[in-house]
């Protein structure tokens, strides 16, 4: 199966999060969802950055068969740099790891050195200046509308000053960067992040606990997009 891309930058793009997917079926799951979203999104937690424990390379191994979508990981780990290369074998597309770690050029190179593509992500109470001085070193930017380590929270409507800051210096400079929102994107907020300039959605709770993930993700694809 030939992997499909990342698509043009800046372009709308939805994202389940197979956290809130059911994990003793989650080709099945992806699947069901595939006509009406772009990427998928692999929430990966270590239990050191955030207190919660998913999943790691064995996991998108297996499932890559299974799907032709751009593998979008967020690493949610302390020390990712160990694991991005399994990632890159197991067929992860996008590795995407947190600013608050530190070590961030180093890490970011070394991702890039995999041929993988470049995510940094801030959590809610992480300024724009910290971000800021990266922009021209990946290919997205995740600003977190809740506090990492679990789904099904309530998205942060402040995080919207730094998401319109961050597109505004990313076309002011003409930099090929995606701004990603993750958590708490439902019908409601995805406009809401859509108009402060995000264009990659996350969503997990609004569409695999839906009773119809499949309808649940078109209609958040109509009101995001
Ligand atoms: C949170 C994860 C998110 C989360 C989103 O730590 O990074 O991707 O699964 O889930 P919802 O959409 O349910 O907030
Ligand atoms: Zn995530």
């Not at 067929?91 to 770690?101: F, L, N, Q, R």
């Not at 959605?201 to 119809?212: E, H, K, L, Q, R």
């Amino acid at each position: 199966m030939t992997r499909v891309s990342a698509g043009e930058t800046g372009a709308f793009r939805l994202a389940p999060s197979m956290l809130s997917a059911d994990f003793s079926s989650l080709a099945e799951s992806v699947a069901a969802v595939d006509a009406e979203t772009d990427w998928l999104h692999v929430d990966v937690m270590d239990g050191h950055f955030v207190p919660n424990v998913t999943i790691g390379p064995p996991v998108v191994k297996a499932l890559r068969p299974h799907s032709t979508k751009f593998f979008d990981c967020h690493l949610m780990m302390t020390e990712p740099e160990r694991y991005l290369e399994a990632f890159a074998t197991a067929g992860a597309d996008g590795c995407t790891v947190h600013v608050e770690i530190g070590r961030t050029s180093q890490i970011l190179q070394v991702a890039r050195d995999l041929g993988l593509r470049v995510g940094l992500a801030a959590n809610p109470d992480t300024d724009f200046s910290t971000v800021a001085p990266f922009l021209g070193d990946i290919d997205l930017l995740l600003l977190m509308t809740v506090f990492p380590g679990f789904g099904g929270q309530k998205f942060i409507g402040d995080v919207m000053t730094k998401v319109t800051a961050a597109r505004r210096e990313i076309d002011a400079q003409q930099l090929p960067v995606d701004i990603e929102v993750d958590g708490g994107i439902d019908e409601n907020t995805i406009g809401i992040a859509r108009a402060a300039g995000a264009n990659v959605f996350v969503a997990g709770n609004a569409i695999f606990s839906a009773i119809d993930p499949l309808a649940a993700a078109s209609r958040l694809r109509s009101a995001g997009s």
